[in-house]
């Protein structure tokens, strides 16, 4: 049990060693909150799915599985939307089209098609809650990075002093794919895997 | 802007894949071998100006004039699915020899976020129809110029001896980066 839930978090992160749902781990990783919002966004929504596909495991018939599980997920998302836009709307604006864009991401059709589809509700709650956590680490960490190197900040608090001046690079799309990239591979340096 | 501009942007400026990281998953998994980026990224092209087309029609006569936005991502998904599998079952039954090419990457369509992004976007930009249906073809001649330019260098790049954490996906995507970089530079060709 506890092995179905630590596995998410560093063994099989989704972000570095799965290499999926890359486009918000890109996209909105411009500051740690951002990256943090979406990262607690796309697990509610992982979560909530493989609880309701894993409770209708039985009941799914198995040629319509797939368009059965984007229909969940994507209301899901729908509520998720809804509540940032009430709740916190200049996240939702910061986010755009990214945050209804989890419907697509693949870490929440991949969990529900290898696990929640086929095993009982307690451990597929384990299951998305590892994976989510594991891509809320993820995304702080580039987040965290990036708007270090951007602005000298980390989550809105000076860090590196005035001194720093700024590099609108980090917040561009190149910025972006050289960072994970370079946190890919310090990541498997430190698993000693692959 | 004009129709060219639309076309233009979405092509080079703000390409899907190196601007909106849009469609990352095949462009980091499919593009080892041209071919095979080739075939994707024209059997995307198809389904995203289908996409279009029909979202367009599903938001302004639907969803707008009946109120009921919120279905936004229900609907556009549903749409999405279902126009995966009936462009491979006429494909199938009337051009076979296509289908023998493109068959095998139709069914990833469905969770390439590209396509759901496209019609994302194309509502929040508030595209007339025929705007619609260029940006559409744009993103997936814009999709298909990236995974090909990746599928070519990524071809080069495998003979190199690499350092063993930067292996597979850790280069792959240090080189979008400096794809990203290189295409920044046809950033002053559409006015803002």
Redesign the interface.
């Known amino acids: 049990m506890i092995k179905d839930f630590v596995k998410g978090i560093w063994r099989e992160n989704p972000v570095f060693v799965q290499?999926?749902g890359?486009?918000p781990t890109?996209?909105v990783t411009t500051s740690l909150i951002n990256g943090l919002s979406m990262g607690l966004a796309t697990t509610f929504v992982l979560v909530a799915s493989g609880l309701a596909i894993s409770a209708l495991r039985k009941l799914i018939p198995d040629q319509v599985r797939?368009?059965s599980f984007?229909?969940i997920i994507?209301?899901f998302?729908?509520v998720v939307?809804?509540l940032f836009e009430a709740h916190i709307p200049e996240i939702s604006s910061q986010l755009?089209?990214y945050l209804?864009?989890i419907?697509?991401?693949?870490i929440i059709?991949g969990r529900q098609e290898a696990f929640a589809s086929k095993e009982p509700v307690g451990r597929s709650l384990l299951d998305s809650l590892g994976m989510g956590i594991g891509f809320v680490f993820a995304l702080v960490v580039l987040g965290g990075v990036r708007e270090l190197f951007y602005q000298g900040t980390i989550g809105g608090f000076e860090v590196l002093g005035s001194w720093y001046k700024s590099m609108v690079i980090m917040v561009?799309?190149?910025?972006?794919?050289?960072s994970?990239?370079?946190l890919?591979?310090?990541f498997?340096?430190l698993s000693g895997s692959? | 802007m004009g129709l060219f501009f639309i076309f233009v942007a979405i092509v080079l400026t703000q390409n899907f894949v190196?601007?909106?990281?849009?469609?990352?998953?095949p462009f980091?998994g499919v593009s080892d071998e041209m071919e095979g980026a080739f075939g994707m990224g024209i059997a995307t092209t198809f389904v995203m100006t289908l996409t279009a087309i029909i979202t367009w029609n599903i938001n302004t006569f639907i969803l707008k004039a009946f109120n009921v936005e919120?279905?936004?991502?229900?609907s556009f998904?549903?749409v999405i699915?279902?126009l995966v599998q009936l462009v491979e079952m006429f494909l199938k039954k009337y051009l076979p020899e296509l289908y023998e090419t493109l068959g095998i990457y139709l069914p990833l369509i469905?969770?390439?976020?590209a396509?759901?992004?496209l019609a994302?976007?194309m509502v929040?930009r508030e595209y007339n129809f025929v705007e619609s249906a260029v940006f559409g073809f744009g993103a997936g001649v814009g999709f298909t110029l990236a995974l090909v330019v990746m599928a070519g260098i990524r071809g080069e790049i495998n003979e190199e001896d690499i350092?063993?954490?930067?292996?597979?996906?850790?280069?792959?995507?240090?080189v979008?980066?400096?794809l990203?970089?290189a295409f920044?530079g046809f950033s002053g060709l559409v006015p803002t």
Do not use: D, W
């Not at chain 1, 419907?103 to 693949?106: A, E, G, K, L, S």
């Not at chain 2, 469905?110 to 976020?113: F, L, M, V």
């Open positions: 290499v999926l890359m486009c890109l996209a797939i368009a984007m229909i994507a209301s998302v729908t939307k809804l755009g089209p209804p864009l419907v697509t991401n693949c059709l561009q799309p190149a910025g972006a794919f050289i994970l990239s370079l890919v591979a310090l498997h340096k692959e | 190196l601007h909106y990281f849009l469609g990352i998953c980091l919120f279905l936004e991502y229900v998904i549903l699915a279902s469905t969770t390439n976020c396509v759901l992004g994302l976007f929040l350092p063993e954490p930067f292996r597979g996906t850790g280069i792959t995507l240090l979008a980066g400096l990203a970089l920044m």
